[in-house]
Each structure stands twice: as C-alpha cells, then as structure tokens.
C-alpha cells in the first residue's frame, strides 16, 4: 500500500505533456501542473486562436494566463530527485504500439496486465486495485490484455460469448442457444478449448519433430556443401597440375622442335656457305684465266700465240653446276605440316576427352535435386536457345530463320540449292542437327508445317552417310524421336515404334533431363500434355535433330520444322 502512496505522488508531479519529472513547474488556473516549457510550448501553438485551454481537463483561459513557477511543488520534485525516485514509470511500463493500453489512463497511457470481460476495458496495475478491493468487482472475469475485447461480445445480444457451437464452428452466447443456434452441438467454450489445447499440442509435437528433422537436414547439408567444396578445390588443384605438366610437355616439345630447326638450319646455311665460296673462288680463277686469253688473243707473235696456248686454255673441270640443285623456297615446310597435324589430333582428342571431363563434372551427386518442372512457366526456367548446324543438313533442307528453321525443298528449287561436301553431312536422310549440344536440364519447343516432322535428339557420333538405319533417327541407339503426323504421333527408340496418343497440335515442346536418363514430348496448344517420356541413361551430350519423312520432291506443301525462341 505505500508502494501505490508513491506511485500516486510521482504522478501528481509529472508533467502529462512530456511525462518526465515536471522542470520548473507551473501551475495554470485550473490547478493543473506542467513543466514551464511544456505547456509554453503548448499554448504558443495555440496564440493564433487566441483561446488557450489546459491539455487534461481542456478548460479555456482568455486572456491567456501569466506563468509563475510553483515554488512548493519545485521543492517537492527536488526532494524526490534526491531520495532516487521517479517522478514517471519506466518507459518500459509504457504502452507501445503492439501492447494493450490501459483505458483508464491519461496523458501517456501505460502497459494494461489485465482486461475485464465484464466492464470490457483494460486495466494497468494501478487501475486494477479495484477488482482486487471492492467485492463486486472480484467477481468480474479477468484474462490476459486484450486489444480485441469487443469480438469476446455477441454482436446481436451484447453478451459474453462462453459457449462454442460446434455445428457452426464459432463462440456464441447463451441467449444464441435459444435462438438461431437451437439444436446444434454446442460445448461450453472451455471445454472446446481444452479439445483444441490437446490438438495444439499434437500439432505443436509434429512442427518441433519437423524442425529437428529440419535441423538435422540442414546439418546433413552443410557437411555435403563442405565435402563437395573439398573435394572441388581438390579435384581443381589436381586438373591444374595435370594441365601445368601438359602445358610443361608441350612447351618442351615446343623447344626441342625449335632448337632442331634451328640447328639444322645452321647445317644447310654453313653448307651453303661453304658450297658459295668455292664458287666464288672458282669465279675469281675464271675471271682470271679469261683475262689471260683475253691477252693471249692479241698477241702477234705466232709462233709466241701457239706456244702459250695450250697451258692457257686449258680449265679445270667445273664443281657446281652439276651438283647444285635449288629447289623451290619451301624449307621446313613439312616441319610445319607436322606440328600442324599434331595440333589438329590433340585438338580432336582434347574435344573428345573435354565431353567425358563435362559430363563427369555433372554427374557429380549431391543429396537433393531440383523438382521436375509442373507447369509451361517452371518448363520455360529451362528454356534453351538452339540453332541448327548447316554442316550437318541433307542438302534438300533450306535453313533460315537465323538457322532455326529448315525447309524441306521441291526438286525445282533443290537446281539453285547447294551445299559444300562436309564429312558431318546427312546424305541420305532428310535430316539436320543442331550446333549446340545439351547436358543437364534443358527445354525447347518446335513449330512443324506438313505432312510429317520427326523431332530427336541424337548423339554427335550418329552415322550420316547413306540410307541405313545406322543414320536414321530412332532406329539405333544413338538417338530417339517423336514422329508427329497430322492426327497421330508415334515414339522411336532403337527401331522400337511405339503409337503415342494425344492431343494433335502443331507445336511440340521437349524436356531433357541429361543426368535423371529423361527425355519427355509434350503437346503444346492451349495446355500442356504429356505425350510419352523415355528413362535411359545418356552416355554422351545430345544434339537437337529434325527429320523430314513420307515426302515427294514434287510436293509442294512446304514441310517445315522451327526451333521457336521462347521468352
């Protein structure tokens, strides 16, 4: 009980303005009190309606009053500021935006700790000494603060609700059992709540259960993430060794290649050199013995002329022009051709063994996947953007379309069409691949024209020349294809036709999943049908395939296939 004495002295003198320990207080005719600046600033606000009024009772003074600071209650705060009290509660004791306010306070309102459910207000502690006191009062429902006391109220009756019908699932009062809830099932809310506290419970045992699973993912997870991450820098510093000694081997070669050129080299020059001299030399002789003759030819004397002759005209047999053979300006050309080659033949085998370290890299297991796509929009996430390789198209296809679109041709149109000799060429078939090849999740959808269109993927190392099946897609194990006509479809894989039914549409779309063995057709129109899915395992990168079949040269329906460009 002092306790509360004390209370109700810190609030006689505290400033309901700013609600601190009133600062040079003020007492205004009404009897209120405020801090000097308060209620100054307060009244400066309102000089323009020339009416000031007090901020808690709202009594209006004309003129505005004079303030003079109240020397008792000045002395009374000074002594509470020195025994350590406060004048205002702890700002915690406050209501703040999320708490229950007390509806009895004013001025700053502090934190409610209980509500009535008799009177339907919200107490503070202060306020609420009279349900502990008075004993009318003691018999009132108090439960937690609640900002919500008026949906505790029938809205029809203005009475309590205390009962839950269950027929109807919500709380009702007493008088709604006599009235539209007459013979439903109804509990007392007390005892519907005790039947939802045990299911809360359960709930509550399943969600926790749930979280330590959870957990224990998570942990499974992190310590997956940190094996795949040691084993990456691992297999990335193993790779840059490997690649570092390779690059080492060829850079010796490189050298070795260079210094036996350059050696040789430096063997044909000095042969050269030497084989140069000694015609110069042999030059210098001629030149000479010319010049002998020469002289020899004017002298006069005859019998002089023919004594000398015979040792002047004779020469000695030439050394060079037999023996020197110059040859076209070619040198180490083969050398060149060699290393050229040797290029070419690692580059292959380099190609070759980067597809192997690929799909070795995606086969990489990690213990979740990402969900098979539902819906066209999860499909399109996977969108893939194809071209189709011109040096890979039968040479009665017409490719445009920035190479996504291939036509097949008439016979009168094949006289303007033509295209170079590529070992990568189908010769037989009327059928193009695409330049790009595909691993892991991939989709695209292909618009056809025509009679018929077959749609596959393949591997690069399909057969191309002739018209075996070695070529043809679906009839070996290097590739698979959907043959769409105008109201059927049929499945190929490895001469094995199976009838596909669906929906006929002029649009298919197509799902590979490279590392699940996964390749699905779908009918696309206004919705997406599944038309036939193939579980395999791929062993190599696919490429996209079209094929055009049951034609004549003469017909003129203008067959097509188009990689369509999905946003």
């Not at 060429?425 to 695209?444: A, D, N």
């Not at 997406?528 to 003129?556: A, E, W």
Request: net charge neutral; aromatic share 6%.
């Amino acid at each position: 009980m002092a306790q509360r004495g004390v209370q109700l002295d810190q609030e006689n003198i505290s400033c309901s303005i700013c609600g601190d320990l009133l600062k040079d207080p003020v007492t205004i005719p009404c009897g209120h009190s405020y801090c000097m600046v308060c209620i100054k600033t307060c009244w400066d606000e309102e000089d323009h309606k020339r009416i000031h009024s007090c901020p808690r009772c709202r009594k209006t003074f004309k003129p505005r009053p004079v303030l003079e600071k109240n020397i008792l209650l000045a002395e009374l705060v000074e002594k509470l500021k020195k025994t350590g009290l406060q004048a205002a509660p702890a700002d915690h004791c406050y209501a703040g935006p999320e708490d229950v306010a007390c509806d009895v306070c004013t001025g700053r309102k502090l934190k409610a700790i209980k509500s009535c459910l008799v009177c339907l207000v919200s107490y503070c502690e202060k306020h609420l000494q009279h349900h502990y006191d008075i004993v009318q009062l003691k018999k009132h429902k108090l439960v937690e603060p609640s900002k919500n006391l008026q949906q505790l109220i029938c809205s029809r009756h203005d009475e309590v609700m205390k009962i839950f019908c269950r027929t109807d699932q919500q709380s009702i009062c007493y008088l709604c059992l006599m009235d539209e809830h007459k013979g439903h099932e109804t509990v007392p809310a007390a005892a519907e709540r005790a039947e939802k506290q045990k299911e809360l419970e359960a709930r509550r045992q399943q969600i926790q259960q749930r979280i330590q699973d959870g957990e224990k993912d998570v942990k499974l997870l992190q310590q997956e993430v940190e094996v795949i991450n040691g084993f990456a820098d691992k297999a990335v510093e193993d790779s840059e060794k490997i690649f570092t000694e390779l690059i080492r081997l060829i850079q010796k070669i490189s050298s070795d290649v260079k210094q036996q050129i350059r050696s040789q080299q430096e063997t044909e020059v000095s042969r050269v050199k030497e084989l140069q001299e000694k015609l110069e030399q042999e030059i210098t002789e001629l030149k000479r013995k010319d010049g002998e003759l020469e002289q020899l030819s004017h002298t006069e004397d005859h019998n002089q002329f023919l004594h000398n002759y015979p040792s002047l005209s004779a020469l000695s047999e030439s050394t060079h022009s037999s023996s020197i053979n110059i040859r076209p300006l070619r040198y180490f050309e083969d050398v060149t051709a060699a290393v050229s080659e040797t290029r070419d033949k690692l580059q292959d085998i380099l190609t070759e063994k980067w597809t192997n370290i690929s799909l070795a890299v995606t086969d990489v297991d990690v213990l979740l996947s990402e969900p098979e796509p539902k819906s066209r929009d999860d499909f399109l996430k996977y969108s893939t953007e194809i071209t189709l390789d011109p040096n890979t198209a039968n040479t009665y296809l017409l490719l445009s379309e920035g190479n996504r679109k291939a036509t097949l041709m008439k016979l009168i149109q094949l006289m303007s069409q033509s295209y170079p000799s590529h070992p990568d060429r189908f010769t037989g078939w009327w059928q193009v691949l695409s330049r790009e090849s595909l691993t892991g999740r991939c989709y695209w959808e292909v618009e056809w024209r025509g009679r018929g269109v077959e749609i596959a993927v393949a591997y690069k190392n399909i057969s191309r020349a002739g018209n075996s099946h070695e070529c043809g897609f679906g009839f070996n194990d290097k590739s698979w294809s959907l043959r769409c006509d105008a109201n059927s479809y049929t499945l190929r894989c490895n001469k094995v036709q199976t009838p596909v039914s669906g929906p006929p549409s002029s649009r298919i779309g197509v799902y590979l999943d490279h590392r699940a063995g996964m390749l699905s057709f779908y009918s696309i129109s206004e919705t997406m049908t599944l038309l036939d899915r193939v579980q395999t395992t791929f062993t190599q990168p696919l490429y996209v395939g079209v094929n055009f079949y049951n034609y004549l040269l003469s017909y003129s329906g203008g067959a097509t296939a188009e990689l369509i460009k999905l946003k």
